[in-house]
Nanobody, 128 residues
Framework: QVQLVESGGGLVQAGGSLRLSCAASGRTFSTGYTGWFRQAPGKEREFVATIRWTNGNTYYTDSVKGRFTISTDNAKNTVYLQMNSLKPEDTAVYYC?????????????????????WGQGTQVTVSS
């Protein structure tokens, strides 16, 4: 079982940037996906972005395309989420998650219940 630890959250003004980090231990990623989800108060956890380890392909929810970038540092077994042009509606707890199975359909990698391991979450607050 992989352990995931997020960091990098905080308070930022609208238009600002943050970089979240997800450090993994217990497993070296080579297959499956590692992604980011977020959950705002009173809302369901939603997919933000993920990266597929077999080919490096990245996927984003429409609301963050062009603003957020997911990347990896394989040597550090760490996944990053660079968030630019932040908006108040980006305010949420952000979670890193690992999906072991290498699904080929986009239907699956957006589904939070399919992810096998989760971090504890990091708060991102964007003020207007």
């Amino acid at each position: 079982q992989v352990q995931l630890v997020e960091s990098g959250g905080g308070l930022v003004q609208a238009g600002g940037s943050l970089r979240l980090s997800c450090a993994a231990s217990g497993r070296t990623f080579s297959t499956g996906y590692t992604g980011w989800f977020r959950q705002a108060p009173g809302k369901e956890r939603e997919f933000v972005a993920t990266i597929r380890w077999t080919n490096g392909n990245t996927y984003y929810t429409d609301s963050v395309k062009g603003r957020f970038t997911i990347s990896t540092d394989n040597a550090k077994n760490t996944v990053y989420l660079q968030m630019n042009s932040l908006k108040p509606e980006d305010t949420a707890v952000y979670y890193c998650a690992a999906l072991n199975r290498d699904y080929t359909s986009s239907y699956y990698y957006q589904k939070a219940p399919l992810y096998d391991s989760w971090g504890q979450g990091t708060q991102v607050t964007v003020s207007s």
